[in-house]
């Protein structure tokens, strides 16, 4: 089985396909945003809406075509959570792991980063570091 395409899209119904293949078009035009910060974005909008279906996996599919790897994505699921909220960003997580399964793709390597939750590592000065502590 494979990802779903916009092929996949034209045999549901060919009318919708071609005024979402419009639609995209002209979300894609412009030099401010480039076509992995627009996966990106994107897939941000998939959580914190949690439409977790076919589009989701249209943007993981296009993630994984702009280079954007498992690791990659569960770093933006961690990135988010906060403002998504936990759950959307977990229901995203599982999401992402059955895709991964369903379609035979790599999952992630466990490459990961020291968490930093003291904020030692912040670019913020000590001091300022001080007061926003409870």
């Known amino acids: 089985m494979t990802l779903p395409t ?37 897939l941000v909008a998939d959580v914190c809406e949690q439409v977790l279906g076919m589009p989701y996996e249209l943007h993981v599919r296009a993630a994984l075509d702009q280079g954007i790897d498992a690791d990659d994505l569960r770093e933006l699921l961690r990135f988010i959570s906060y403002d998504s909220g936990y759950p959307a960003a977990l229901a995203a997580l599982v999401r992402l792991a059955e895709i ?13 980063h020291e968490v930093n939750a003291d904020g030692t590592g912040s670019p913020l000065p000590a001091a300022m570091r001080a007061q926003a502590r409870p």
């Open 100 to 112: 991964e399964r369903e379609h035979g793709l790599p999952g992630p390597t466990g490459k990961g």
């Open 6 to 42: 916009q092929s996949t899209i034209v045999e549901l119904d060919p009318v919708f396909a071609e005024m979402a293949a419009a639609s995209f078009r002209l979300a894609g035009e412009g030099p401010d945003l480039t076509p992995r910060e627009r996966i990106l974005l994107s």
